[in-house]
């Protein structure tokens, strides 16, 4: 069977992201990590399609949509979106700016980290005139406007004194 490995690595991806998000997000934030997820797949579609429609990026294996779009539905419109709503849900809000930095770091890298594994080993990503960095710089930067939307959304509650 063609591409069986990267069949497994989508399939279980969907399943252990499905798994997380119903452990990882408490009913009474379940508001936030769905603006966190459906902000964050507006950025990656925008991104997403420009990176490929440039010829930057291919993604020559894909489990859903194979003639309907070019991008990786699985890690641009579930995957990231995903990591997302918990980078937003668990955002140390009230630590300092390096830590916050670290924050950011650690969501941007672990992301890029597992992309150059995938590049490597794998037929789910093919960078063509495209880098490890500018990927780490397009995820910091993603992350820090789903980061500003979400705190403009969640302004009042934000503020709110806890209880």
Do not use: H
């Not at 063609?2 to 279980?12: F, G, H, T, V």
Request: hydrophobic share 45%.
């Amino acid at each position: 069977m063609k591409n069986k490995l990267e069949k497994r690595i989508e399939l279980s991806s969907w399943i252990i992201m499905s798994f997380l998000l119903i452990v990882l997000v408490p009913r009474s934030k379940i508001r936030e990590a769905q603006l966190s997820f459906l902000f964050k797949q507006v950025i990656t579609w925008i991104f997403g399609l420009l990176v490929v429609e440039k010829n930057l990026i291919s993604y020559p294996s894909r489990l859903f949509f194979k003639k309907a779009n070019k991008s990786s539905f699985t890690f641009e419109y579930f995957i990231y979106p995903a990591l997302c709503s918990f980078f937003n849900l668990y955002y140390p809000e009230k630590r300092n700016s390096f830590y916050k930095f670290c924050y950011y770091f650690m969501f941007s890298g672990m992301i890029t980290g597992f992309e150059l594994v995938a590049c490597k080993y794998t037929k789910l990503i093919n960078y063509k005139n495209w880098t490890w960095y500018w990927s780490l710089i397009t995820m910091w930067i993603t992350y820090f406007i789903s980061r500003i939307y979400y705190r403009w959304f969640f302004k009042d509650k934000l503020k709110a004194p806890v209880v």
